[in-house]
C-alpha cells in the first residue's frame, strides 16, 4: 500500500510532486510556494533540458516526442538521485507533462524504480488555464527561451487530465489570484503528505 483511503501517501512513501502545465501557468511559482511551506527540496525541470532542446526552443522550434523522453527520464532519475542523497520527506520538480503519454513515462519509470526499492511515487498537479490566458502571460516574459508563438504548439499537444481517469492527479485553476492558487496547491499538498510535512516543521528540516 503506498496510499491510505483518504488519498494521503503512506508514511514510508516519499511523494514526488509533479507541477505540470503549459508556458505561462505559473508552474515555479507555485513549486516555490510548496516548497517554502514544506522544505521539500525542488527542482526546476527546464534546467534538465539537453542544450540541443533549449536551442531549438530558442529558435522557436517546438518540441517533439522524441525530443521529450530523454528529458522526462531525466527528470525521474533525478528525483531518484535527490532520494538516495538525502531520503526526504518529498520532492517538487516542475515538468510541464502536457501529454498522457509523457506522464504515463513518468510513471513508468518511478514504477521501474520502485522495483528496485524506490519509496517515491508520483503526483502530478496539472496547473490548468486557458490558451489567451497563457499567451498573454507568456507575451510578458521577458528573456526566457518559451516564444509566445509556440503556446499554440503546447496547445495542439496538451492533453488535460482526467482525475477519473489518471491516479494521483489534481487540476488546480491558475487563473484565480496568486494567494488563491498557491493556498490551493498546498492544501492539496498537505492532503497528500501532511504527516511528512509536519515533521519537518518540527524538526526544522530543510
Known sequence: MTEREDGAAEEDTIPLFIIGGPAGCGKTTIAHAIADTTHFPFVEGDELHPPQNIAKMSAGHPLVDAD????LDKIAAKARDIEKESSPKGIIITCSALKRSYRDRLRQRVDEARGEGSRIREYFIYCNLSREESWRRVQQRAGHYMKAGMVASQFADLEVPDPDEEERVYVLDVEK??????????????????????????????
Open 68 to 71: 521529450r523522453w530523454d528529458w
Open 177 to 206: 489570484s496568486i494567494p488563491e492558487v498557491d493556498q490551493a496547491a498546498i492544501a492539496y499538498v498537505k492532503t497528500i503528505g501532511h504527516g511528512n510535512i509536519e515533521k519537518d516543521h518540527q524538526s526544522g528540516e530543510r
